[in-house]
């Protein structure tokens, strides 16, 4: 097939300029899973400089593990992809930047708007020494590329399902890759909007980018210079152009050509028959020469990471009304049923009720669990897509897990004041000086943070939204059971005990038993104070510090589980 040659459209600057003529081989790459489950099946094939190829087969054919393979997301089990004769995965760094990789979901925040979006993922992804005038002319460039110069001030939400997966090919195109992978790109859309997509991948094969895709669609491959047809199991049936393919299966439409490959039990047999055919031999040879992608690019550091993130994170709060107010919100109707269900006067000597100042204590400091646990839930799990591909791109895990902290902490602190004013206010609480409820907050203060870390753990543990919403009762009703209020810690039984220890809302309530000096409260009531006393033994004893230092032992250790789970999520993908 001879190639013609393209030029590129873009405006480019010199931080920018990298080699984009990119000739993929891959040879005798292979897939397994355990078992011995073949996903890829000893494939060789080469994609040539700025040609737009389709991978197609049916279901379990292997095409999504193909483009994952070529696209340095899933190293092979056997055989190698080389970009211009050099091997991908020995290489992986030096490649990303010239890599544009659009899974199925979408990898952009809905919120904001799609050019604040393009302008946080310049931010990331650009390099460090790129100067503002540069990044916001790459965020031009991708929006005027993909026609959507006009919708860059509307939310992401309020754009169409072909917007939205040209605004995902946008966030690529902003480094100027020399390769496009995009996983079912036209999955879901209507014909008109799936056929105005793929002449804007047209457009870019013509500019000189090198564009993969799968894809179910007949009508998508007509526009394409290559297809590579999959047979079960991963066996290479065919790759070539796409006239050729009709002729290759002697097939009058490509329908015809799907079933030819549907049955199961030629699968190895289409592999072994394009292995001998001449298209075969003429296909994998050649080289397309040049330098290989440029590797003096210097990646944005932690800190500035983290920055660019905290920042992005504010924003999607701020342009999401409803969830600030659910945030918000929430903990106010969760201190006013407090307000309610506690008696005045509890804490007063003269009238004190040993059990009802426990009991306030115990859901003061389940109150602050319960707001940092649920504030943690849903931060990561709802855009694992975007985390994953960003994480391909350079994304550091620890400026991401800490943004997540920096904009979410400072509501915490508030909500913890708020509960102690309000409650205080409504003598719910004893009259104490401003030195002992300072040091009230900041013990519900590390026990909402100790919680919050404990629902991002959770949120990078599930897979989506609905497993966390499960995941909360079960870590709510423990930190009940075993926060020694209900039963207390000496009346425990030897595990309980040991599970107690482990439970951050213990901690917290017997910080606040010693701040507001339950031992003295109990013990002045001659009716229960000796038999409570007995039962609590020493838990309102010593110092808050220990206390202090336990809950934030928790969060460490939370956080570093936080961020060991989501490497190895990266990993595994």
Not at 499 to 523: P, T
Request: overall charge neutral; aromatic content about 8%; proline content about 5%.
């Amino acid at each position: 097939m001879q190639m013609l040659t393209r030029t590129r459209k873009f405006t480019t600057t010199p931080q920018h300029e990298i080699n984009r003529a990119m000739r993929i081989d891959v040879v005798g790459v292979s897939r397994e899973v355990r078992g011995g489950t073949k996903l890829l099946n000893h494939v060789t094939l080469s994609v040539l400089p700025g040609e737009l190829v389709a991978i197609v087969g049916g279901s379990g054919a292997g095409k999504t593990t193909l483009l994952n393979t070529m696209a340095g997301v899933t190293a092979p089990t056997s055989g190698h992809v080389l970009y211009n004769d050099r091997d991908l995965y020995e290489n992986l760094d030096e490649f990303r930047s010239n890599l544009g990789y659009v899974p199925q979901d979408d990898i952009i925040h809905r919120d904001l708007p799609l050019a604040m979006t393009l302008r946080y993922a310049a931010r990331l992804r650009l390099p460090s020494n790129t100067t503002a005038q540069e990044r916001e002319l790459a965020v031009q460039d991708a929006l005027d590329v993909l026609g959507l110069g006009e919708r860059a001030n509307l939310p992401v939400k309020k754009l169409s399902g072909g917007q939205r997966k040209r605004a995902s090919i946008a966030v690529e195109l902003l480094t100027r890759p020399g390769v496009f992978f995009l996983d079912e790109p036209t999955s879901g859309l209507d014909p008109a909007t799936s056929n105005e997509l793929m002449k804007a991948l047209r457009r870019l094969a013509d500019s000189g980018s090198t564009v993969v895709l799968t894809t179910h669609s007949i009508q998508d491959l007509r526009v394409c210079d290559r297809l590579i047809f999959l047979a079960r199991d991963g066996n290479l049936a065919f790759s070539g152009p796409p006239e050729l393919a009709l002729e290759y299966f002697e097939a009058s439409s490509f329908d015809e050509i799907y079933e030819c490959l549907a049955n199961e039990h030629r699968a190895e047999e289409w592999g072994n028959r394009f292995r001998v055919s001449e298209l075969y031999t003429n296909g994998q040879h050649g080289s397309a020469g040049g330098p290989h992608a440029g590797a003096n690019r210097q990646p944005t550091g932690s800190f500035a990471q983290w920055l660019v993130l905290t920042r992005r994170n504010f924003d999607i709060l701020w342009r999401s009304p409803l969830t600030l107010a659910i945030l918000v919100g929430s903990p106010l109707m969760v201190i006013a049923m407090f307000a309610v269900l506690f008696k005045g006067g509890a804490f007063e000597r003269e009238s004190v009720n040993p059990s009802a100042a426990i009991m306030i204590m115990f859901w003061v400091a389940f109150g602050a669990f319960f707001f940092g646990l649920t504030y943690g839930l849903l931060q990561i799990c709802t855009e694992f897509p975007i985390f994953f591909r960003e994480r391909l791109v350079n994304l550091r895990i620890l400026p991401y897990v800490g943004s997540k902290v920096a904009v979410l902490a400072p509501l915490l602190v508030l909500v913890c004041i708020l509960m102690i004013g309000i409650l205080r206010a409504f003598d719910r609480l004893p009259p104490l000086g401003l030195e002992t409820y300072a040091e009230m907050t900041f013990t519900l203060v590390l026990s909402a943070y100790a919680a919050l870390t404990l629902g991002l753990l959770t949120s990078a543990l599930v897979s989506n939204t609905e497993q966390a919403m499960v995941a909360m009762p079960m870590l709510c009703f423990p930190q009940c059971l075993f926060a020694g209020a209900i039963v207390p810690v000496p009346t425990m039984a030897f595990l309980g005990k040991a599970l107690s220890a482990l439970m951050s809302g213990r901690w917290s309530f017997q910080s606040l038993g010693r701040s507001v000096g339950l031992n003295d409260l109990i013990g002045g009531n001659p009716h229960s104070g000796e038999s409570l006393l007995a039962q609590y033994g020493d838990s309102f004893s010593g110092s808050v510090v220990e206390s202090w230092l336990i809950m934030g032992a928790f969060m460490v250790a939370f956080t570093a589980a936080t961020c060991f789970i989501l490497q190895r999520k990266s990993l595994a993908r």
